[in-house]
């Protein structure tokens, strides 16, 4: 990350930081996601570009544009902006149509996040999102996982209007 260094966290605030993150967890695994618990050295170590198609994480400074054509994007690495520990849900800044498009349209969405960007509702983003959609063409996803729908005869569908799978890598920077 920009600024690699491990905050110092006294132990009620990690107490809570843990308890925020199993909820996370529990949440995002009933949605079928595949979550991640990294170090922030090992994100690096094993990070390859070469896996996707977009990518958008600017607290690492990478950045890979392309344009979704008919097929669509086969996978993209978005970074969030806060993540949600009661309803496993990251939020994403989407003001970028580019990034708004690789979301929706990556058959695989991989989602990265601090730890330290981990609240406990959705009350805890109000001001940011104020901040983000107060002008014109703002935009803030909130994503819980693959995109599921069904129709009138309860016939499930993955990734009709959304990626059919999500992995969520958090790292560990407290």
């Known amino acids: 990350m920009k600024s690699q260094q491990k905050r110092k966290t006294n132990p009620q605030n990690m107490k809570i930081a843990m308890k925020l993150l199993d909820q996370f967890l529990e949440k995002s695994a009933l949605v079928g996601n ?3 618990i990294m170090k922030i050295a ?3 170590n094993e990070f390859n570009k070469d896996q996707f198609e977009y990518i958008h994480v ?4 990478l950045a890979l544009d392309c344009c979704a054509g008919e097929a ?10 806060f993540a ?3 309803t496993g849900s990251v939020v994403i800044d989407s003001c970028n149509e580019n990034l708004r498009l690789a979301s929706c349209l990556a058959e695989k969405l991989d989602v990265i996040f601090p ?5 406990g509702s959705m009350h805890d983003v109000a001001e940011f999102l104020e901040e983000r959609t107060s002008g014109s063409g703002g935009y803030v996803a909130f994503i819980t996982g693959a995109s599921r729908t069904a129709d ?13 799978k999500m992995t969520v890598i958090i790292l560990n920077d407290l």
């Open 84 to 86: 949600i520990g009661e």
């Open 72 to 81: 669509g994007i086969g996978r993209a690495l978005i970074e969030a902006d």
């Open 34 to 36: 595949n979550n991640r």
């Open 58 to 61: 600017p607290s690492f400074d």
């Open 152 to 164: 009138i005869e309860r016939v499930l569908t993955v990734g009709v209007h959304g990626p059919k």
């Open 115 to 119: 730890l330290s960007k981990l609240v």
């Open 42 to 44: 090992d994100f690096q």
